[in-house]
């Protein structure tokens, strides 16, 4: 069974710095591609970014330059560094794994971790 958990959530001030983790169990994690969302109150879910098997990210344009997606396959683990956060960062993340399988694509989120930045 795939879990995902996400820890480092909080409470910043504008222009600080915070630091996600997700911890993955259960999945071929080295072969599974990895993406950031965030959910702020009232709004749909938003992809804030990817990195795939071989490292390679992608980023929205809202958190390009700011924010940083790394992984380390030894660990499980997937990182998300942001820096100069805004008060429009504040919002719910989560984590998603994604992999393909016999039974074909599987996706799984983790149960996401708040990220409060005041003004």
């Known amino acids: 069974q795939v879990q995902l958990v996400e820890s480092g959530g909080g409470l910043v001030q504008a222009g600080g710095s915070l630091g996600l983790s997700c911890a993955a169990s259960?999945?071929?994690?080295?072969?599974?591609?990895i993406g950031w969302y965030r959910q702020a109150p009232g709004k749909q879910r938003e992809l804030v970014g990817t990195?795939?098997?071989?490292?390679?990210?992608n980023y929205a344009a809202s958190v390009k330059g700011r924010f940083t997606i790394s992984r380390d396959n030894a660990k499980n683990t997937v990182s998300l560094q942001m820096n100069s956060l805004k008060p429009e960062d504040t919002a719910v993340y989560y984590c998603?794994?994604?992999?393909?399988?016999?039974?074909?694509?599987?996706?799984?989120w983790g149960q996401g971790t708040q990220v409060t930045v005041s003004s």
């Open positions: 990195i795939a098997s071989t490292g390679n990210t």
């Open positions: 259960g999945s071929p994690f080295s072969a599974a591609v």
């Open positions: 998603n794994l994604q992999f393909t399988s016999s039974l074909g694509l599987r996706s799984y």
